[in-house]
């Protein structure tokens, strides 16, 4: 079956533009999570989504960051006046509703990299 | 708060050769642990994980870790690498509670020379 899908796969943007990232999930995945990994380190949390609600943003870096899930499937990171800082894989993952014995497993896409000049 | 440590940014090892890439947590209390993989240009794959069942866990691929909570570690060990196995690992936690993050280290950058 398909897994998750990122697009675009990569984006370039001129230093205060706006760009949207797409994240499609696997169908039926309640959970969706997005992270930013850096070039040369670890994925780091940005934020949470169960069906539409935004359940945990502590990780976005700024109020420049948004992201929204209006119908519960398909979920949109946006960035405001993007900064050169803000270069990274923008990475999506979803999961299945999490059961109370066993952690539901969260499946990655390929994520997409934003370059800013 | 959580927090993951890899040690050793890159490992080279010899085909054949054993692959043993270190993890560890830090926690309040012994958390959900992963392995993820990832090759060049895709997305992070699941190689195993500990969810509190036996503490010797069996992933693709080969791999396997084992969880000491004593020494708050999950190392994950291959006994023969392949070619195949060059890419990059990371080990996450994310607490017993629902709908959690994953929180990653930075990662073991793994080369396998013939």
């Known amino acids: 079956g398909a897994g998750v899908s990122q697009s675009p796969r990569y984006k370039v943007a001129k230093r205060g533009q706006d760009v949207a990232l797409r994240c499609d999930p696997i169908?039926?995945?309640?959970?969706l999570f997005w992270y930013q990994q850096a070039l040369g380190q670890g994925p780091e949390f940005l934020t949470y989504f169960q069906n539409e609600a935004q359940l945990d943003k502590s990780g976005l870096p700024s109020d420049r960051f948004f992201a929204e899930r209006p119908e519960g499937s398909v979920s949109t990171l946006k960035i405001q006046r993007t900064q050169q800082e803000d270069s990274a894989v923008y990475l999506c993952?979803?999961?299945?509703?999490?059961?109370?014995?066993?952690?539901?497993?969260?499946?990655f896409g390929p994520g997409t990299r934003l370059t800013v000049l | 708060a959580q927090s993951v440590t890899q040690l050793g940014s890159h490992v080279s090892v010899s085909e054949g050769a054993l692959v043993l890439l270190r993890c560890n947590y830090s926690s309040s209390v012994p958390p959900y642990l992963f392995w993820y993989v990832q090759y060049p240009n895709q997305g992070l794959q699941l190689l195993l994980k500990?969810?509190?069942?036996?503490?010797l866990v069996k992933g693709i691929n080969g791999f396997e870790a084992e969880f000491k909570k004593s020494e708050t570690s999950f190392h994950l060990t291959k006994p023969s690498a392949h070619m195949s196995d060059a890419a990059e690992y990371f080990c996450a936690v994310t607490p017993k509670a629902a709908g959690n993050k994953l929180t990653f280290g930075g990662g073991t950058r793994v080369l396998v020379k013939p």
């Open positions: 993952a979803s999961s299945r509703k999490l059961e109370t014995v066993t952690m539901g497993e969260q499946f």
């Open positions: 500990y969810t509190s069942a036996a503490t």
């Open positions: 169908s039926g995945h309640v959970s």
